[in-house]
């Protein structure tokens, strides 16, 4: 499942742009854990990101005000460096973690991504089937 490219899912590209950016720094985040077992640090990386992934989630879960919510994602897309989908609609997320009533969208937006990850590679490979799928029912 391509969920970015599933249109009846959003309500607004904001919420499209904001999954992409928070799944880009995932991306970021889970390659900083992979070089530090590389360094010779002492878990595996399964677990490092297990960890992260617990962490992230919980933080998301205490984050119950919007100066809270506001305040981790931006550190936490900080720590995840300068990606291009958070560089290119930085507006738009910005709007939707500050907004007075949507900042609850956003928690729940980030969750989702957190639960719906995938490596780019894994998105192209499910995508490229999809689209494989659809051609041979278009062919029957």
């Not at 994602?73 to 738009?92: H, I, M, Y």
């Not at 907004?99 to 780019?120: I, N």
């Amino acid at each position: 499942m391509e969920l970015i490219q599933e249109q009846e899912m959003w309500d607004t590209e904001s919420e499209r742009y904001f999954v992409e950016a928070f799944w880009e720094i995932l991306a970021s985040l889970y390659a900083q854990e992979a070089k530090a077992v590389e360094r010779g640090g002492s878990r595996k990386v399964e677990d490092r990101l297990d960890d992260l992934n617990e962490d992230i989630r919980r933080s998301l879960m205490r984050a119950k005000t919007r100066v809270l919510l506001r305040g981790y994602l931006a550190e936490l897309f900080a720590k995840g460096g300068r990606q291009p989908a958070l560089v290119q609609n930085r507006a738009e997320i910005w709007k939707l973690m500050d907004h007075p009533w949507e900042w609850k969208r956003a928690r729940d937006l980030a969750l989702l991504a957190l639960a719906t990850y995938q490596s780019k590679e894994k998105r192209g490979q499910a995508q490229a089937q999809s689209s494989r799928s659809s051609e041979k029912g278009e062919q029957s």
